[in-house]
């Protein structure tokens, strides 16, 4: 399976100490440099710069030598277009990625997207972590926010 990463779910799961369910539910994980410098920049949280600085070797920076293109990648940042132009030369099989205009843009393209939230509901399934307090730390200990109805419709599916 080939998996891409944006910088947020990265961000994420290091923030709430689960990044290893990523090798574990996926193997190995592909991000392009942008993803890689976006979660080293200094405006970054400091576990998660410390965390990219000695990537784990499940983790694979790749840069796409792609020129392929599309208009409405103009409207994404940078972290996400490449992310997407990696997806696309790489033939990806997902697309982590959470904000929402990455997510529409890459789900019209024709790639399978998922976010954090879906990560945290795969990883609770195959019992490396609980889905609760993962969400608890998620929402409480970051930026995240869901609606509590998008929450219930993901536990439902537990």
């Known amino acids: 399976m080939i998996v891409i990463s944006d910088t947020s779910p990265l961000r994420y799961l290091v923030a709430i100490g689960h990044v290893d369910v990523l090798p ?11 993803v890689l410098a976006e979660c080293q920049h200094s405006m970054s949280p400091a576990l998660l710069r410390a ?3 000695k990537p784990p070797d499940w983790l694979f920076v790749v840069t796409s030598v792609s020129s392929w293109t599309h208009s ?14 990696l997806a696309h030369e790489q033939a990806a099989d997902l697309l982590l990625m959470d ?13 399978r997207v998922s976010g954090i939230l879906a990560v ?10 609980d889905f609760e307090q993962a969400v608890f730390k998620l929402t409480q200990e970051t930026n995240f926010r869901v609606s509590p109805s998008v ?3 993901i536990r439902s599916q537990l």
Do not use: S
Request: hydrophobic share 45%; aromatic share 6%.
């Open 24 to 34: 574990v539910l996926y193997g190995r994980i592909l991000c392009p440099p942008e």
């Open 51 to 53: 965390w990219t600085a």
């Open 72 to 85: 409405e990648l103009a409207r994404l940042d940078e972290g996400e277009v490449a992310a997407i132009r």
């Open 99 to 111: 904000e929402r205009k990455g997510r529409q843009i890459a789900q019209r393209l024709g790639f």
């Open 120 to 129: 945290i509901a795969d990883a609770a399934r195959h019992q490396l972590l």
């Open 151 to 153: 929450l219930d419709a």
